[in-house]
């Protein structure tokens, strides 16, 4: 899709295939498995949003946000955070890594795990649409 958002989805691969179909036709996909594949990314590419999945690189999302927020020029660009593959954690521990994500500077941390797949795409879209800024 030219002149569309690039989001770079910062996921294990099954997250990634599972927000590559979520996201279809909506934005340019942009998948990153490691952190270093992501810094690369970030450094050499256009984009607009980064979303990063709980389980991201060993489950370091936190760190690669942290990491990302310290980083010109990356640091600029909208970070929302995702648990879409269902998990151990507790829905009490992932409302508490929410709220760390976001006093990081995340915009949001959305779960999803739990919901049907219809839902679940409705919502992953939604928090995408609005983390983006408006098109330059």
Known sequence: MKGAHRVLIAAQPAAWR????????LVDLVPAHTSAEAFK??????????????????????????TVKRTVPASTVPFLCARVLKSVLRDS???????ACIELGAVDLIDVANLPSD????????????????AK
């Open 18 to 25: 599972l927000l590559q179909t979520m996201l279809a036709g």
């Open 41 to 66: 990314i970030l450094a050499h590419d256009r984009i607009d949003l980064i979303v990063c999945t709980i389980a991201f690189d060993e489950s370091q999302m936190t760190d690669f946000l942290e």
């Open 93 to 99: 521990m992932v409302a508490s890594m929410r709220e």
């Open 119 to 134: 839902r679940a795409q409705t919502v992953v879209r939604a928090a995408v649409s609005s983390s983006l800024r408006p």
